[in-house]
């Protein structure tokens, strides 16, 4: 089964920085293109980054605007996000999952398999 634990996240004052880490268990990030998620109180889980199974794309939602950056670590099997210049607008649970398929141009494919607990990014103004 694909799993996940998400850690990194905490209390961040606005223009911060954060790196949340995702590591699967079961299989290594380079079997499957791999998302970061975040879910908002009261909002949708909405589509952050992702990082295709070969490290060779990624993409990164428009409200990202330069501030995130994802990549894959292949000796400690962990995918991670830098958050920089956090926002209030950042502050949600992060999850990783695994997609089906991360492109530069088209973005994120479906999401599969399990969710993970998510690790919380609270920002502090």
């Known amino acids: 089964e694909v799993q996940f634990a998400e850690s990194g996240g905490g209390l961040v004052q606005a223009g911060g920085s954060l790196r949340l880490s995702c590591v699967p268990s079961?299989?290594?990030?380079?079997?499957?293109?791999i998302g970061w998620f975040r879910q908002a109180p009261g909002k949708e889980r909405e589509t952050v980054s992702c990082?295709?199974?070969?490290?060779?794309?990624?993409y990164y939602a428009d409200f990202v605007q330069g501030r995130f950056t994802i990549s894959g670590d292949n000796a400690k099997n962990t995918v991670y996000l830098q958050v920089n210049g956090v926002k209030p607008e950042d502050a949600a649970v992060y999850y990783c999952?695994?997609?089906?398929?991360?492109?530069?141009?088209?973005?994120?494919?479906?999401?599969?398999?399990?969710w993970g607990q998510g690790t919380r990014v609270t920002v502090s103004s």
């Open positions: 999952a695994t997609i089906t398929r991360c492109t530069a141009v088209a973005g994120f494919g479906y999401q599969f398999g399990s």
């Open positions: 079961g299989f290594t990030f380079e079997d499957y293109d």
């Open positions: 990082i295709s199974s070969s490290g060779g794309s990624t």
